[in-house]
């Protein structure tokens, strides 16, 4: 049987190679799919974009530390959910690293069952963010199918024009307003305004609306 977590994988970085092989035994037990990496660079170089999944990395690894590397994975366009974890914790660094967007800082010797809640936690995290990326990409390619006055008429009904008063802003009569706000309905895919005006909301067309 095919697990959910198939298309996921647990990327583990940890300069101790007993720490990575013990990591990766454990979380394939519990069939997660794991690839591990003696530091961050090697991570970076191997990545391949596009993957799902998390990552468990270690805070200190001579070289390239684990706070430094978390810092640098925008620059790899990688956005994964990370979990530090660290032998030599402490709350300044535990700090940092939630700061920068560690979902959570684990201290050595943590409890297995911990440490897989809080990687399945995280796979969770990533499936949420993989969904709003797809949704948001739909609606995106959507938009770019309108016509520029299509795209007119959506901004300024979206902001609470009327028909009539978009038609006066345009320039043009209300019956072509009309057909120009029912293509767009139909190539945006909503069936009301409130969805018109949640879509408009995720290009970032508007902040708010005034009226409906």
């Known amino acids: 049987m095919t697990s959910?977590?198939?298309?996921?994988?647990?990327?583990?970085?940890?300069?101790?190679?007993?720490?990575?092989d013990s990591l990766q035994w454990l979380l394939e037990s519990v069939g997660l799919k794991v690839q591990t990496y003696e530091n961050?660079?090697?991570?970076?170089?191997?990545?391949?974009t596009g993957s799902s999944g998390c990552i468990v990395m270690d805070v200190r690894m001579p070289g390239l530390s684990g706070i430094n590397a978390q810092k640098k994975l925008s620059e790899y366009n990688i956005d994964l959910p990370v979990?530090?974890?660290?032998?030599?914790?402490?709350?300044?660094?535990?700090?940092?690293?939630?700061?920068?967007?560690?979902?959570?800082?684990?201290?050595?010797?943590?409890?297995?069952?911990?440490?897989?809640?809080?990687?399945?936690?995280?796979?969770?995290k990533d499936r949420a963010r993989f969904v709003q990326r797809l949704s948001q990409s739909r609606i995106r390619e959507r938009y770019d199918?309108?016509?520029?006055?299509?795209?007119?008429?959506?901004?300024?009904?979206?902001?609470?024009?009327?028909n009539q008063e978009a038609a006066d802003e345009l320039g043009i009569n209300r019956?072509?307003?009309?057909?120009?706000?029912?293509?767009?309905?139909?190539?945006?895919?909503?069936?009301?305004?409130?969805?018109?005006?949640?879509?408009?909301?995720?290009?970032?067309?508007?902040?708010?609306?005034a009226k409906p």
């Open 145 to 162: 199918s309108l016509t520029r006055r299509e795209r007119q008429v959506l901004e300024l009904i979206v902001k609470g024009l009327s």
């Open 4 to 20: 959910k977590n198939d298309a996921q994988t647990v990327f583990v970085i940890d300069d101790d190679t007993d720490v990575r």
């Open 40 to 48: 961050a660079l090697a991570f970076f170089e191997g990545f391949d």
């Open 83 to 124: 979990i530090m974890i660290s032998a030599h914790g402490n709350v300044d660094m535990a700090v940092t690293a939630l700061t920068q967007g560690a979902v959570t800082f684990i201290e050595k010797p943590f409890d297995d069952q911990v440490l897989i809640d809080h990687v399945h936690d995280a796979l969770e």
């Open 175 to 209: 019956k072509t307003v009309e057909g120009h706000r029912a293509n767009m309905t139909a190539k945006m895919k909503v069936d009301s305004f409130a969805e018109l005006v949640q879509v408009a909301i995720a290009l970032g067309l508007v902040k708010g609306v």
